[in-house]
């Protein structure tokens, strides 16, 4: 299929997010979203940028008066307190976030988060009325023992823990996180669609269809095309490629 026809058939516009993670200073992320607002030509793809915290309120204010959104990379469970060099929801929404980033592999890795700490850390972002992007996805070794579904659906089921609605999820495999090498595109399309379907069980078949799943790891303009030309991949989430606003770019053009 190609991403044309894919794009005709689409039940949910195409979303694409940047996740900067421990990069640019201000500086730099300004010319960045500059450069990113002259060239964006495809409304009906929605751009998110998930800047560090301290870039956030720049960024925001950078992009206000575009259709970009931003997001905070992380958030702390709870309302405020004693939480050394932790951020609340509250305070990212002050910051003019619209987002949360919640459970990426790599502060489930650096920071032993739990399935159990994802799932409060989506409900609180959900709380203050921003949306969730939960990432999910297996270890090299999880996908050579077999155990790619088992571990999905678990941190899926935890992850959504009986709510309902305003969610969005990320299929980051771990072993295609910065290593270059990426899902196929056949591979990503089982695991989206097992996650709909597990979504669909947990939550119902409305907000399966309505949730949008990005697919990260090791994403490019080059390999873009293939994978946004499945039924189940909704977008990406992007790394590395994301640094270069050009590149970014280019990655969204290949959703539109
Ligand atoms: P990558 O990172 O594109 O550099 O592989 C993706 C991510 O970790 O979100």
Redesign the pocket.
Known sequence: MTAMTAGAERRRLPLVAA?WKMNLLRAEAVAYCRTLRRGLAWPQVKVILFPSFPLLPAVAAELADTEVTVGGQDLHPDERGAHTGDVSAAQLVDAGCLWALCG?SERRRDHGESDELVARKAAAAARHGLLPLVCVGETREERMAERTFEVLARQLRAATGGRSDRLALAY?PVW???TGETATAETAEEVHRFLRATLAEALGERQAETTPILY????TPDNAAGLIAERDVDGF?????SLDPRRFLDIIAVCA
């Open positions: 996740n990426h980051e295609a996180i910065g990260g790891g090791s994403v989430l992007v790394g590395g490629a």
